[in-house]
């Protein structure tokens, strides 16, 4: 069956930097694009990231662009999200989800989560 | 950026009751329209898709309709496993947007 499991999160300072990995099993993972998500503490749902299935278009929410970066390791069946310059806003759980029909028709599985802390 | 509104943010009901929620998006996102559902510590679950289709193993009872701006998602004969947040998203344009949810619970 299709699972995601992230990992990375975890206390950071402001300015600090983290690597969230999310491991696919399942699925040809080369076969589907990917959204990374956030949900700050009582919060709704944010998109952060998208890379192609083959990883040649990627697109980002403008107040991550330059900070976040979204890339994905056929190899190891892995997504990445490189997060610089922490924020204490950029505080959450963080989801990687496989997206379904290129990106336009949803968010099919995600994995289960993994925390950010950003505190001085 | 597209924007999207969600209506009402919480609403209160009992089991067996029907409920809409509606979801507005700032500019015309033709059916490019899904709806989550998420319950308390746990990832979203996608319910509907294309506005209207409804995911396998999505239970009957759940629809939704819409096009252009206006959105809704209907639950007929709440349950109890149903009292979640729901939320809309848009997949017309990046970046993604979601509407701010809806927390059914029970009255």
């Known amino acids: 069956q299709v699972q995601l499991v992230e990992s990375g999160g975890g206390v950071v300072r402001p300015g600090g930097s983290l690597r969230l990995s999310c491991v696919a099993s399942?699925?040809?993972?080369?076969?589907?694009?990917m959204h990374w998500v956030r949900q700050a503490p009582g919060k709704g749902l944010e998109w952060l990231a998208f890379?192609?299935?083959?990883?040649?278009?990627?697109y980002y929410l403008d107040s991550v662009k330059g900070r976040f970066t979204i890339s994905r390791d056929i190899s190891k069946n892995t997504l990445y999200l490189q997060m610089n310059n922490l924020r204490v806003d950029d505080m959450g759980l963080y989801y990687c989800?496989?997206?379904?029909?290129?990106?336009?028709?949803?968010?099919?599985?995600w994995g289960q989560g993994t925390l950010v802390t950003v505190s001085s | 950026d597209i924007q999207l509104t969600q209506s009402p943010s919480f609403l209160s009901a009992s089991v067996g009751d029907r409920v809409t929620i509606t979801c507005r998006a700032s500019k015309d996102i033709s059916t490019y329209l899904a709806w989550y559902q998420q319950t308390a510590g746990k990832a979203p679950k996608l319910l509907i898709f294309?506005?209207?289709t409804l995911y396998r193993g999505v239970p009957s009872r759940f629809s939704g309709s819409g096009s252009g701006t206006e959105f809704t998602l209907t639950i007929n004969s709440l349950q109890p496993e149903d009292f979640a947040t729901y939320s809309c998203q848009q997949l017309d344009s990046f970046p993604v947007t979601f509407g701010g949810g809806t927390k059914v619970e029970i009255k």
């Open positions: 989800a496989r997206s379904w029909g290129g990106a336009s028709v949803g968010m099919e599985y």
């Open positions: 294309a506005a209207s």
């Open positions: 399942g699925f040809t993972f080369s076969d589907f694009g």
């Open positions: 890379i192609w299935y083959d990883g040649s278009k990627i």
